[in-house]
C-alpha cells in the first residue's frame, strides 16, 4: 500500500521561504508511471493546485504560483519537496502531497495534509 | 483565464439521486480533460471517487457514478446516504502539465 507523509515547519514567519518534504513508502519516486504533486487548501476552502515534479527531476507549477515554486525530488531517500518563497499569510493552508498518474492524469493517493500557519 | 466551475452546494434526500457537474467558464469538458472526483469529509484528505470521467476507484461504491453530461464532466450518487454528506471536487487536466481544481461542492444528505 503506497503512503505519503508530510513533513516540515507548521509556522512560518511573513516573507520567509516554506519547505516541505514527502517522504513516500510502499512505491517508489523513480516510477516513471507517476508525478509527485503538491496542493494545498486554505482552512474552509477549496483545493489549489501547486505543481508537479518528475522522478528525472522536471517540473510544472501552477502559473499563479510559478515566481516563487520550487520542487525537488531525492530518489535515494523516496522523497520529493516543495519550497514556496516569500509567504504571506495568503499561504496559510493545509498542504498535501499526492501521487499523480501519468495515464489518466488523477491523484490517487494522498497524504494526510499538514498545516502551515504563516504568521510572525 | 479558464476556471473550472461546480455548483457551490447541493441537497439530496436519503435514497435519493443527484448528479454534481464539473464545467468551464470557456468551452466544454471532454474526456480528453481526464475528469476525475475526490470526495472530502472534515480534517480529511481527499479521498479518489472516479477517475478518467467514469472509473471507479477501488473500494469505491457502486451508487458513485462519473459522465459527461452535454458540456460537464458529471458525479451521480444514486441512493445516497447519510455518510455521503461531504465535499466533493473535480479537477480537470487542462494539458501541458496542468490541473486545475474546481471550487468544490458541499453535499447535504437531508
Known amino acids: 500500500q503506497v503512503q505519503l507523509q508530510e513533513s516540515g515547519p507548521g509556522l512560518v514567519k511573513p516573507s520567509e521561504t516554506l519547505s516541505l518534504t514527502c517522504t513516500v513508502s510502499?512505491?517508489?519516486?523513480?516510477?516513471?508511471?507517476?508525478?509527485w504533486s503538491w496542493i494545498r487548501q486554505p482552512l474552509g476552502k477549496g483545493l489549489e493546485w501547486i505543481g508537479y515534479?518528475?522522478?528525472?527531476?522536471?517540473?510544472n507549477y501552477n502559473p499563479s504560483l510559478k515566481s516563487r515554486v520550487t520542487m525537488s525530488v531525492d530518489t535515494s531517500n523516496n522523497q520529493f519537496s516543495l519550497r514556496l518563497s516569500s509567504v504571506t499569510a495568503a499561504d496559510t493552508a493545509v498542504y498535501y502531497c499526492?501521487?499523480?498518474?501519468?495515464?489518466?492524469?488523477?491523484?490517487?493517493?494522498w497524504g494526510q495534509g499538514t498545516l502551515v500557519t504563516v504568521s510572525s | 483565464q479558464t476556471v473550472v466551475t461546480q455548483e457551490p452546494s447541493f441537497s439530496v434526500s436519503p435514497g435519493g439521486t443527484v448528479t454534481l457537474t464539473c464545467g468551464l467558464t470557456?468551452?466544454?469538458?471532454?474526456?480528453?480533460?481526464?475528469p476525475s472526483w475526490y470526495q472530502q469529509t472534515p480534517g480529511r484528505a481527499p479521498r479518489t471517487l472516479i477517475y478518467?470521467?467514469?472509473t471507479r476507484s477501488s473500494g469505491v461504491p457502486d451508487r458513485f457514478s462519473g459522465s459527461i453530461l452535454g458540456n460537464k464532466a458529471a458525479l451521480t450518487i444514486t441512493g445516497a446516504q447519510a455518510d455521503d454528506e461531504s465535499d466533493y471536487y473535480c479537477?480537470?487536466?487542462?494539458?501541458?502539465?496542468?490541473?486545475?481544481f474546481g471550487g468544490g461542492t458541499k453535499l447535504i444528505v437531508l
Open positions: 499526492a501521487r499523480t498518474t501519468t495515464g489518466t492524469a488523477d491523484f490517487d493517493y
Open positions: 510502499g512505491g517508489s519516486v523513480s516510477s516513471g508511471s507517476y508525478y
Open positions: 515534479i518528475y522522478y528525472s527531476g522536471s517540473t
Open positions: 470557456s468551452g466544454s469538458v471532454s474526456k480528453s480533460y481526464y
Open positions: 478518467n470521467t467514469n
Open positions: 479537477v480537470l487536466y487542462m494539458g501541458s502539465g496542468i490541473w486545475v
